[in-house]
């Protein structure tokens, strides 16, 4: 079994300047995007690296304002209404990957009108350059402790002690009697090992999904395909993870045993499908010798 190590949650101190974990992996993140989507535009016409700049740029606006719009809306809506300033409390954490698709999405149509490309050829460009960005996203969980894993009592090694979970773990074991066997004291806290998810899903929907996308965007595909697999690996791959990480408190169990974040997942995998369908259909493509 693993302790978690409890990182400094600043990554970088310069006098009165502080730079916390998990705003750098965001720039980590945004820089991967932007040597990736530049990297792409030097293999495909159309393309320019001033483009590149005002995409990343506003797919930067997009996840910052839709993920934090988004957790708030989805996760914390009673603490929003309570508190409506909670909002913009973005150094107490809390980010919704949906939201952020939606801000991406929304920031995406924004820039197709203005340089007068097809939606969806946007889309295609630029999302094999995202599964980078969830996989430091997920590290920053991990560093910083928060959305840990459920309890497990498998024995394996890779089971880890969150003391950030001393407070849930104390409550858990006393509504959950028969979980104290798998209790452990840790500097004074009750713990109990758990999956670390966070790690989990930086493989699956990060290195995993951005191995499968970039290689299926390596050749001409179908115009939609690309966003199509994107959306299909991040939402099976969240789907089954989910099975892994703690339910968010205060919301209990869909059908007692689907979490919140299947749920809003579940449409992702559908309409996934439903657009490889479509591009296959349509036989469109922006580029290679079937390009129009």
Same mark, same amino acid.
Request: proline share 5%.
């Given at each position: 079994?693993?302790?978690?190590?409890?990182?400094?949650?600043?990554?970088?101190?310069?006098?009165?300047?502080?730079?916390?974990?998990?705003?750098?992996?965001?720039?980590?993140?945004?820089?991967?995007?932007?040597?990736?989507?530049?990297?792409?535009?030097?293999?495909?016409?159309?393309?320019?690296?001033?483009? +590149?700049? !005002?995409?990343?740029?506003?797919?930067?606006?997009?996840?910052? *304002?839709? @993920? =934090? #719009? &988004?957790?708030?809306?989805?996760?914390?809506?009673?603490?929003?209404?309570?508190?409506?300033?909670?909002?913009?409390?973005?150094?107490?954490?809390?980010?919704?990957?949906?939201?952020?698709?939606?801000?991406?999405?929304?920031?995406?149509?924004?820039?197709?009108?203005?340089?007068?490309?097809?939606?969806?050829? +946007?889309? !295609?460009?630029?999302?094999?350059?995202?599964?980078?960005?969830? *996989?430091? @996203? =997920? #590290? &920053?969980?991990?560093?910083?402790?928060?959305?840990?894993?459920?309890?497990?009592?498998?024995?394996?090694?890779?089971?880890?002690?969150?003391?950030?979970?001393?407070?849930?773990?104390?409550?858990?074991?006393?509504?959950?009697?028969?979980?104290?066997?798998?209790?452990?004291?840790?500097?004074?806290?009750?713990?109990?090992?758990?999956?670390?998810?966070?790690?989990?899903?930086?493989?699956?929907?990060?290195?995993?999904?951005?191995?499968?996308?970039?290689?299926?965007?390596?050749?001409?595909?179908?115009?939609?395909?690309?966003?199509?697999?994107?959306?299909?690996?991040?939402?099976?791959?969240?789907?089954?993870?989910?099975?892994?990480?703690?339910?968010?408190?205060?919301?209990?169990?869909?059908?007692?045993?689907?979490?919140?974040?299947?749920?809003?997942?579940?449409?992702?995998?559908?309409?996934?499908?439903?657009?490889?369908?479509?591009?296959?259909?349509?036989?469109?493509?922006?580029?290679?010798?079937?390009?129009?």
């Amino acid at each position: 079994m693993m302790i978690h190590p409890q990182f400094d949650p600043v990554a970088l101190s310069v006098g009165p300047l502080q730079v916390h974990w998990y705003g750098f992996m965001y720039l980590l993140a945004f820089a991967a995007a932007y040597g990736l989507a530049w990297y792409r535009s030097t293999k495909r016409e159309g393309w320019t690296t001033d483009m +590149v700049s !005002d995409l990343v740029f506003f797919g930067a606006l997009g996840v910052i *304002l839709g @993920g =934090r #719009i &988004g957790y708030v809306l989805l996760y914390q809506f009673g603490e929003f209404l309570a508190n409506p300033t909670y909002l913009f409390k973005v150094w107490e954490g809390g980010m919704s990957f949906h939201g952020g698709f939606v801000g991406v999405a929304l920031a995406m149509i924004y820039f197709a009108r203005k340089y007068k490309k097809p939606i969806f050829s +946007v889309l !295609d460009f630029i999302v094999p350059c995202v599964p980078t960005g969830l *996989l430091f @996203g =997920r #590290i &920053g969980n991990y560093i910083n402790g928060e959305l840990w894993g459920r309890v497990s009592d498998g024995g394996y090694n890779w089971l880890t002690y969150f003391p950030q979970a001393a407070k849930f773990d104390s409550a858990l074991i006393t509504t959950n009697p028969a979980l104290q066997p798998l209790m452990t004291q840790i500097e004074g806290n009750y713990l109990l090992p758990r999956h670390p998810s966070q790690l989990y899903e930086a493989f699956a929907e990060g290195l995993l999904t951005f191995i499968i996308v970039w290689w299926f965007s390596s050749k001409p595909r179908p115009r939609m395909a690309v966003s199509a697999l994107f959306m299909l690996c991040y939402g099976i791959s969240r789907f089954t993870i989910e099975f892994f990480r703690q339910p968010d408190e205060g919301y209990s169990l869909i059908f007692g045993w689907m979490s919140k974040g299947q749920l809003y997942t579940l449409p992702m995998i559908i309409f996934g499908l439903v657009l490889m369908v479509l591009a296959y259909r349509r036989q469109q493509y922006d580029w290679g010798k079937y390009a129009a």
